[in-house]
C-alpha cells in the first residue's frame, strides 16, 4: 500500500503563485511515477505535470502550463511538488496528486482546491 497526501492549495489572484506539496508513504519502492492532476467543476480529471524516475528523471507537462508550472521531487524525502505561477482563472481545480508502481498500481491523494479569481 501506498499513502498519497496533497498540501499547499488556497485562493489567488491572477498573476499570483502557488507551491503544491505531495508526500508519499507506505510501501514507495517501486514507485517510479509521480504526478499532478486536476479537475475543475463539471470537467473531467486532466493531466497537468509528473516526473518520471528513471535514471534521469524527466518532468513531461501538459501544454496548458507549460513555461508557468514546474514539478520536482525531493527523492530523498518522498515528496513532489508543484510550484505554479502565473496563475490564470482557469487553473483553478481540485488538485490531485498520484503515484505508480508497475507493480501496485496507481494511488491518489484526497486532492486540494486551488481557486484563481480576483
Known amino acids: 500500500q501506498v499513502q498519497v497526501a496533497e498540501s499547499g492549495g488556497g485562493s489567488v489572484q491572477p498573476g499570483g503563485s502557488l507551491r503544491l506539496s505531495c508526500g508519499v508513504s507506505?510501501?514507495?519502492?517501486?514507485?517510479?511515477?509521480m504526478g499532478w492532476y486536476r479537475q475543475a467543476p463539471g470537467k473531467q480529471r486532466e493531466f497537468v505535470a509528473s516526473?518520471?524516475?528513471?535514471?534521469?528523471?524527466?518532468?513531461v507537462y501538459a501544454d496548458s502550463v507549460k513555461g508557468r508550472f514546474t514539478v520536482f521531487k525531493d527523492t530523498a524525502k518522498n515528496m513532489l511538488f508543484l510550484q505554479m505561477t502565473s496563475l490564470k482563472p482557469e487553473d483553478t481545480a481540485v488538485y490531485f496528486c498520484?503515484?505508480?508502481?508497475?507493480?501496485?498500481?496507481?494511488?491518489w491523494g484526497q486532492g486540494t482546491q486551488v481557486i484563481v479569481s480576483s
Open positions: 498520484s503515484a505508480s508502481s508497475p507493480i501496485l498500481g496507481a494511488y
Open positions: 516526473v518520471i524516475d528513471i535514471t534521469h528523471p524527466e518532468a
Open positions: 507506505g510501501d514507495t519502492a517501486t514507485v517510479n511515477v
